[in-house]
């Protein structure tokens, strides 16, 4: 194995340098080079952001700089990563493995399929550990360095959390995991990609304090790529900005979120949602004419009770709580709180693929939770769902073109014309026709839910619910998706149930919002009163989580503070 890279004691010593990194992609891929001629540092103990939309080659940045690229594609001659001067490019295999987890590691996206499921927790952060200093540490040692890594990242009930599985924990507390993983080596570079992008802002706030926490207290350096400038005023010492591959500009925060010199970083800082709702300079929208009540949801009630093993005391989780709430024709109310709070069992209880336990769900003055048969497919033609992960629900061995006839078709619509509704809703979201015999796997991600919502509008419903159907996107495609659902709003007459844990998309897109905190309804107001004056104490929490809430709120002060 071999010996531990020494980092630099130097204030201007790179800790990280990469220089003229190329990345060839395999030929039958839409362009030549994943990354193109990019260069940059990260010092000790500083915060470098990468930015950029999805495909602008931040990943295969990250991946290449731990020797983790696909096959069929390769760093091209010229390019060099070099971690405190020692030249990264070329190892072979066994020394790469020595060097991650030890000198350099990782914190993933997705933390549920980073992580084990078959092994508990404390087994895991051991294995880290035992991959390096070749099971020398005793065991009970090692427990004692575990149990005290989970909790310096917060984490309650240690010993607990030891003898844990990832499926037992929330998406916040294995992100957590996942950073105590790659801390327990003491590295001294830390690359995390998009490790906050799923999490509500609660949870995205305290992920994103203990990165910084953590930063300081061990002077490492950190490489944290995003696509969301919130995130990048919270915690960037300096921003890198890329796209399709290529660099298009660097400096401190300050610089680049006061004075950007190029367009394309202006674009990417405009697309953050909510900012001009939030910080109370946009225009305010006209109130609108009080319409009847399309959707009525009354004294709504479920429990769940689950067992923990065998002989396990019983959970009780209390996921609506006499929930009240009315959306009136042509509006869009937003349902916001942390996860946890009820937001997608509300969703599903309104679509009856969960039942509520008590309560009414009327649509147009009929009693939902009545219907069944006949009725309940009627119903279910009038109220459609987008849902967060459109890989998920789009079936990846159909082609996108007969997932979205399949609704019309099966109400009676011939073959002939659902192909050309189909064609139609198709080019309306933005995407060709042509496409029609693709699969999901062909698409991005932004597309994907495009066609997602085309299939949901194949069937002209009166209520379009859209369950965190923007939250995996990056901020550009976000705001197109979001621009596309306002005009298809218009332009179908649609009522929308928009559910997010992301107050910044609830600003830009609400005409009302609802607030939940642990099943229950703690503020219910117009957008501007929401953002403007809460009166609930838990909102305001929300709010002040929000990432880059200080900076969007008061541009001006960003260059003093970002630099100071």
């Known amino acids: 194995m071999?010996?531990?890279?020494?980092?630099?004691?130097?204030?201007?010593?790179?800790?990280?340098?990469?220089?003229?990194?190329?990345?060839?992609?395999?030929?039958?891929?839409?362009?030549?080079?994943?990354?193109?001629?990019?260069?940059?540092?990260?010092?000790?103990?500083?915060?470098?952001?990468?930015?950029?939309?999805?495909?602008?080659?931040?990943?295969?940045?990250?991946?290449?700089?731990?020797?983790?690229?696909?096959?069929?594609?390769?760093?091209?001659?010229?390019?060099?990563?070099?971690?405190?001067?020692?030249?990264?490019?070329?190892?072979?295999?066994?020394?790469?493995?020595?060097?991650?987890?030890?000198?350099?590691?990782?914190?993933?996206?997705?933390?549920?399929?980073?992580?084990?499921?078959?092994?508990?927790?404390?087994?895991?952060?051991?294995?880290?550990?035992?991959?390096?200093?070749?099971?020398?540490?005793?065991?009970?040692?090692?427990?004692?360095?575990?149990?005290?890594?989970?909790?310096?990242?917060?984490?309650?009930?240690?010993?607990?959390?030891?003898?844990?599985?990832?499926?037992?924990?929330?998406?916040?507390?294995?992100?957590?995991?996942?950073?105590?993983?790659?801390?327990?080596n003491r590295p001294g570079l830390l690359i995390a990609d998009e490790p906050t992008t799923a999490l509500d802002v609660t949870t995205q706030r305290q992920i994103l304090d203990l990165v910084r926490d953590l930063q300081l207290e061990r002077r490492m350096g950190v490489l944290f790529i995003t696509h969301d400038f919130g995130v990048v005023a919270d915690i960037a010492d300096r921003v890198i900005v890329m796209r399709q591959g290529r660099l298009v500009e660097q400096g401190t925060r300050g610089q680049i979120l006061t004075q950007p010199a190029e367009p394309y970083t202006r674009q990417l800082i405009d697309a953050v949602p909510g900012r001009r709702a939030v910080a109370g300079t946009g225009a305010q929208p006209a109130p609108r004419r009080a319409t009847p009540p399309v959707l009525e949801v009354a004294g709504l009630h479920k429990t769940f009770v689950s067992r923990s093993g065998w002989f396990g005391p019983a959970r009780v989780v209390v996921a609506a709580n006499n929930i009240n709430f009315v959306v009136r024709a042509g509006e869009t109310v937003s349902i916001v709180g942390e996860s946890g709070s009820g937001k997608t069992t509300l969703g599903r209880m309104i679509m009856r693929l969960t039942e509520p336990d008590a309560g009414a769900i009327k649509l147009a003055g009929s009693d939902v939770l009545r219907a069944s048969g006949a009725q309940l497919r009627a119903y279910r033609r009038q109220v459609q769902i987008v849902f967060q992960d459109p890989f998920a629900s789009l079936n990846p061995r159909q082609p996108i073109g007969d997932a979205i006839m399949r609704g019309p078709v099966a109400f009676g619509t011939s073959h002939t014309d659902a192909r050309a509704l189909t064609a139609r809703l198709l080019e309306r979201v933005g995407l060709d026709a042509a496409a029609m015999p693709r699969y999901p796997h062909e698409f991005s991600g932004g597309q994907r839910q495009r066609i997602a919502i085309a299939r949901a509008l194949a069937l002209q419903p009166r209520v379009l619910i859209a369950d965190e159907a923007v939250s995996a996107l990056d901020v550009?495609?976000?705001?197109?998706?979001?621009?596309?659902?306002?005009?298809?709003?218009?332009?179908?007459?649609?009522?929308?149930?928009?559910?997010?844990?992301?107050?910044?998309?609830?600003?830009?897109?609400?005409?009302?919002?609802?607030?939940?905190?642990?099943?229950?309804?703690?503020?219910?107001?117009?957008?501007?009163?929401?953002?403007?004056?809460?009166?609930?104490?838990?909102?305001?929490?929300?709010?002040?989580?929000?990432?880059?809430?200080?900076?969007?709120?008061?541009?001006?002060?960003?260059?003093?503070?970002?630099?100071?």
């Open 2 to 184: 071999m010996n531990s890279i020494t980092l630099p004691s130097l204030q201007d010593a790179a800790l990280l340098a990469v220089r003229n990194l190329s990345i060839a992609l395999p030929s039958a891929a839409d362009r030549d080079r994943a990354v193109d001629d990019l260069s940059f540092e990260v010092r000790e103990g500083e915060i470098v952001c990468l930015v950029g939309e999805s495909g602008s080659g931040k990943s295969m940045t990250a991946h290449s700089i731990l020797g983790l690229l696909p096959r069929g594609v390769r760093t091209l001659a010229g390019s060099s990563v070099c971690l405190a001067g020692k030249q990264l490019i070329g190892l072979d295999d066994a020394r790469m493995r020595a060097l991650r987890g030890r000198d350099i590691a990782m914190i993933f996206q997705d933390p549920m399929s980073a992580l084990n499921p078959l092994q508990t927790i404390g087994r895991q952060l051991a294995e880290a550990v035992w991959l390096h200093d070749g099971g020398r540490s005793p065991a009970c040692e090692l427990d004692a360095r575990c149990i005290a890594m989970i909790g310096s990242v917060g984490l309650p009930a240690p010993q607990q959390i030891m003898r844990s599985y990832p499926f037992q924990l929330s998406g916040g507390q294995r992100q957590r995991v996942m950073i105590a993983m790659a801390l327990i």
């Open 476 to 564: 550009s495609v976000q705001a197109q998706v979001l621009a596309l659902l306002e005009e298809l709003k218009t332009e179908f007459g649609l009522t929308m149930l928009f559910i997010t844990h992301d107050l910044r998309v609830a600003a830009e897109i609400s005409d009302r919002v609802v607030v939940l905190q642990r099943g229950q309804v703690v503020e219910e107001g117009s957008s501007a009163q929401i953002f403007g004056a809460p009166r609930h104490a838990y909102t305001r929490q929300l709010l002040d989580a929000m990432p880059g809430k200080d900076i969007f709120e008061h541009p001006g002060s960003t260059a003093q503070s970002a630099c100071g």
